[in-house]
Nanobody, 124 residues
Framework: QVQLVESGGGLVQAGGSLRLSCAAS????????MGWFRQAPGKEREFVAA????????YYRDSVKGRFTISRDNAKNTVYLQMNNLKPEDTAVYYC?????????????????WGQGTQVTVSS
């Protein structure tokens, strides 16, 4: 069992930055690939970024490439999402997710555990 708790969301102006954190419980964090997803009102949850269990590989949706960076610190059981040059269309609830596996994963239904989400609002 893995429990995930996101933090770091908030209100920011367009062009600003936020860093989201996701703290995981348990002693096997390094066994899990991690992902970030987001869901805007009235829209389906969508993939944002993923990282392999040891952080060697990452993957992003096209609209955030060059602006967002996913990273992890296995010693701290934490995954991060650094978001720069934020745009109003990035406004959503952001969720982290964990999946036991050796690759990275981009589909929500592949993930085993989810956090409760953190709100990110970008004003124009």
């Amino acid at each position: 069992q893995v429990q995930l708790v996101e933090s770091g969301g908030g209100l920011v102006q367009a062009g600003g930055s936020l860093r989201l954190s996701c703290a995981a419980s348990g002693r096997t964090f390094s066994s899990y690939a991690m992902g970030w997803f987001r869901q805007a009102p009235g829209k389906e949850r969508e993939f944002v970024a993923a990282i392999t269990r040891r952080g060697f590989s990452t993957y992003y949706r096209d609209s955030v490439k060059g602006r967002f960076t996913i990273s992890r610190d296995n010693a701290k059981n934490t995954v991060y999402l650094q978001m720069n040059n934020l745009k109003p269309e990035d406004t959503a609830v952001y969720y982290c997710a964990a999946k036991s596996g050796a690759s990275y994963y981009t589909l929500a239904n592949e993930y085993d555990y989810w956090g409760q989400g953190t709100q990110v609002t970008v004003s124009s």
